[in-house]
């Protein structure tokens, strides 16, 4: 099959800015490219070329402002021909896309709550709905939010869970990543401390401002613990605004015990999950379902994360975290944090659990089967073969105990 996927236009691809959106288009290409012809369309950027084939991938990237950009992939699309084009999160512009294109299907990948009349005219969505043959979605919260809206287009509707590199991040406890987590922790100053990780965007809805408020109930009862905040205001940049700046001002009362990374790239983010012992994750709003939770998993961390939007989908309570319903209550994430440094039989046991997980079901691999059986409906075969084995993980994780 011949195959458009439509990144947003705010990062590229590939993501050398980072980007939930962005990784996934990058984590399911080398899958999805095996049989089929793709092509990328993204933003530009400085680094990276308006025209390239990359792996034998071709992608094509085009600036301007939000209307320009999807008005040039319409452009593209009515000089090409594709079985299927994949417009990620933007319903708004799928019409306009699908005008041009007229004998393509279409698929939308949903990735936040985007369907809202603050986002989109209804009028537009349902269009939208009409023309696509499926609309996928990174949470059940995600697909129930949208079939509250419009029930008539509930069967079209499928949540497809997304996924984490598993060779790019390796549990901490198999000899490669144990070494190289020695060597972070003295590199940043960390060895016999106890690394409290949070990765994320420097914004309120994020959550960090909780977490400082709560550190200092954690070091009254473990003197060691340090907070580790990954992340910048803004994808690809290290730009400070008020809320950060009050952030920073905040952190400077508890001293070493918070180390603040600024942005980190992409391809290091694997070596900051290293040092973690626990991750958090302090979402004030309803999340989708942010990919660090799957990254935490792989990592081998166990996980405390708030029961905001999709992020419980992937907790399993008591198993490979816990869950925060009082979520402004910097009190009820000291607690957990408290609870589970005092247990490190617990935090170990979680993590090999949340390790097994990540293997079974969150693996890119598997994200880009479910896609790509999506595509193959009604065509010549609904059996799709990925063109290589399924890898195998188990030989390096260590899991057997489970």
């Keep these: ?37 793709i092509t990328v369309f993204s933003v530009t950027d400085p680094d990276l070329p308006e025209h390239e084939i990359r792996d034998g991938i071709c992608y094509e990237r085009a600036g301007g402002d ?13 000089e090409e021909i594709f079985d299927w084009i994949i417009i990620y999160n933007r319903p708004k512009y799928l019409p306009l896309v699908a005008a041009a294109s007229p004998q393509s299907r279409f698929l939308l990948s949903m990735h936040n709550e985007m369907f809202g009349d603050n986002k989109i005219a209804p009028e537009v969505a349902r269009h939208c709905l009409q023309l696509v043959d499926k ?22 509707l499928q949540p497809v869970y997304a996924g984490v590199n598993l060779q790019r991040f390796q ?35 994020k959550g960090p401002h909780i977490l ?39 952190a400077k009362s508890l001293g070493d015990s918070v180390r603040l990374s600024g942005f980190v790239s992409p391809v290091k983010v694997p070596d900051y999950f290293l040092l973690g012992d626990i991750f958090v994750c302090a979402s004030q709003w309803q999340e989708p379902l942010a990919r660090v939770h799957y990254e935490a998993m792989a990592t081998g961390l166990p996980i405390i994360t708030t029961a905001r939007g999709g992020n419980a989908e992937v907790i399993v309570p008591d198993g490979n ?16 944090i408290n609870y589970l440094l005092s247990r490190p039989d617990v935090t170990e ?45 188990k030989e390096s994780t260590a899991v057997e105990a489970l």
Excluded at 66 to 77: G, H, I, N
Excluded at 172 to 187: F, G, I, M, Q, Y
Aim: some cysteine.
């Design 1 to 37: 099959m011949k195959i458009l996927l439509v990144c947003t236009e705010k990062l590229p691809v590939p993501f050398i800015r980072g980007g939930a959106i962005q990784t996934y288009i990058n984590e399911i290409l080398p899958y999805i490219s095996r049989e089929h012809e």
């Design 66 to 78: 939000t209307e320009a950009y999807y008005q040039a992939v319409a452009d593209f699309v009515a």
């Design 135 to 156: 609309v996928v979605t990174v949470s059940e919260f995600i697909a129930h939010g949208i079939a509250d809206l419009f029930p008539e287009y509930r069967h079209k």
């Design 171 to 205: 549990p901490k406890w198999v000899s490669d990543a144990a070494e190289r987590r020695a060597n972070l922790l003295d590199a940043h100053d960390l060895k016999d401390r106890k690394v409290v990780l949070s990765v994320g965007r420097l914004s309120k809805k």
């Design 212 to 250: 400082l408020s709560a550190f200092s109930e954690v070091i009254e009862q473990h003197p060691s613990a340090v907070i580790l905040l990954v992340g910048s205001k803004w994808y690809g940049k290290d730009e400070e605004d008020n809320y950060v700046l009050k952030l920073k001002e905040q």
């Design 321 to 336: 975290g816990l869950l925060i319903n009082d979520y402004e209550n910097p009190h009820a994430f000291a607690t957990q």
């Design 349 to 393: 046991e979680m993590g090999r659990k949340g390790r097994y997980l990540s293997e079974t079901n969150y693996s890119w691999y598997r994200v880009a089967s479910d896609i790509l059986q999506i595509l193959a409906t009604d065509h010549r075969s609904n059996k799709i073969s990925l063109a290589m084995p399924e890898p195998n993980y």
